[in-house]
């Protein structure tokens, strides 16, 4: 596994490198958030360690040019920062998760081990002839492959990531949308269409179903 650390105080980086070298990761550093940024669009890279304050771009303005090359790779912010308000503008930038300056390597390496299982296996999903492709951003219905827009994209992986279970719209709208108070879930329907119809899904086929004034169920068939 190949991390990245963008972290402008070189001997937190260097006692980082080492430590994950030992651990056995291959490890690539950079000190400044605009070199960072180049290697992460250049290399194959699985985890960033992503420093906030940094020179040339910080480490906010790193993480959203990731994200909005629909890049999904785990982030973690190392950060000084400590109020709700900056934690949460982090976590909206599409971090997956920050740990707090001064922290412990053993802390740290085992929130890193957490985020390579939970993404270890959710790559590639799968239901019926549809396959989608959470790394590449990519649809594909016997092999043809289909654009959908990055909502459509996130619904559609949610709902066969969870296939097999009714996924109420309370509980899309807060997982897919990240809207925690209340909203109308009506907007769910319209992508819901979206979707039915950029992947050509019938009746018959049964791939997604509507449970009536609860949500949705996604079933191999």
């Known amino acids: ?10 001997g937190i980086s260097n006692f980082l490198k080492q430590g994950l070298e030992e651990e ?9 958030g605009l070199e960072g940024l180049e290697k992460t669009f250049n ?13 040339r771009m910080n480490g906010l303005e790193v993480c959203k040019a990731i994200r909005a090359q629909n890049n999904s790779v785990p982030i973690l912010f190392l950060t000084a920062k400590d109020t709700v308000l900056e934690t949460i503008e982090g976590l909206k930038a599409g971090a997956n998760d920050y740990i707090k300056k001064p922290f412990s390597f053993e802390e740290l390496l085992e929130r890193i081990k957490i985020h390579f299982r939970e993404n270890k296996e959710i790559s590639i999903l799968t239901l019926g002839n ?3 492709n959470k790394d590449l951003f990519q649809v594909f219905v016997n092999d043809v492959e289909v654009s959908l827009t990055q909502r459509e994209f996130e619904l559609l992986a949610y709902l066969i990531k969870n296939k097999g279970k009714v996924c109420t719209r309370n509980a899309i709208i807060e997982d897919v949308w990240d809207i ?3 909203y109308d879930t009506g907007v769910i329907d ?16 049964d791939l997604i179903k509507t449970i009536r004034g609860v949500g949705y169920i996604a079933n191999d068939k």
């Open 190 to 205: 319209v992508f819901m269409n979206a979707i039915r119809k950029k992947l050509n899904l019938t009746k018959d086929q």
């Open 180 to 182: 925690h108070f209340e």
């Open 130 to 132: 549809i396959k989608l």
């Open 43 to 55: 290399n194959k890279i699985d985890l960033i360690l992503l420093d906030w304050m940094m020179p």
């Open 1 to 10: 596994m190949h991390i990245l650390i963008i972290e402008d105080e070189i």
């Open 24 to 32: 056995n990761f291959t490890v690539s550093t950079s000190n400044n």
